[in-house]
């Protein structure tokens, strides 16, 4: 089932910068280059960790969509809708007890991409972890 939010962005590729926040505090940040296709109902990703080669992908369906990315999430995890977001698409789970997973696709008023994702402490704490931000490639 497609996301209703990337009818316009079908068939659509991207290519950016990505940031990685490891430590606790989210102060030291990684950067690596990074890509995006965006089809009918998937969305995904590619970017670079410590010279290794990484993917990802967001495959949507009636409740939300599937997540899996080769680094920080080999096995495929179900992600629920986040409603009311101020994106393009926003989904998130529960994983460990009770620390959760964020992620989300936004335009900004330039036309690029921003797909970031946070880290959710129990404690309601969002903390940085991820964020792409990527320039349409011309057809």
């Not at 497609?2 to 990684?30: C, F, M, S, V």
């Not at 680094?71 to 992600?79: D, E, L, R, Y």
């Not at 926003?90 to 989300?104: A, T």
Request: glycine share 8%.
């Amino acid at each position: 089932m497609i996301n209703q939010g990337l009818t316009k962005y079908a068939g659509t590729h991207w290519t950016g910068r990505g940031e990685l926040w490891l430590d606790p505090e989210g102060n030291n940040t990684n950067h690596y280059p990074c890509e995006l296709r965006i089809e009918s109902d998937v969305i995904s990703y590619t970017w670079i960790h410590e010279d290794i080669s990484q993917k990802g992908s967001f495959t949507f369906n009636e409740n939300g969509a599937s997540w899996v990315d080769s680094w920080h999430q080999p096995k495929s995890v179900q992600c629920t809708n986040t409603p009311e977001a101020w994106s393009i698409f926003n989904v998130h789970h529960i994983y460990e007890v009770d620390w959760g997973w964020q992620s989300k696709l936004s335009e900004r008023p330039d036309g690029t991409l921003v797909l970031q994702m946070t880290n959710i402490t129990p404690w309601g704490e969002d903390g940085r972890a991820v964020r792409m931000v990527f320039s349409r490639v011309k057809a």
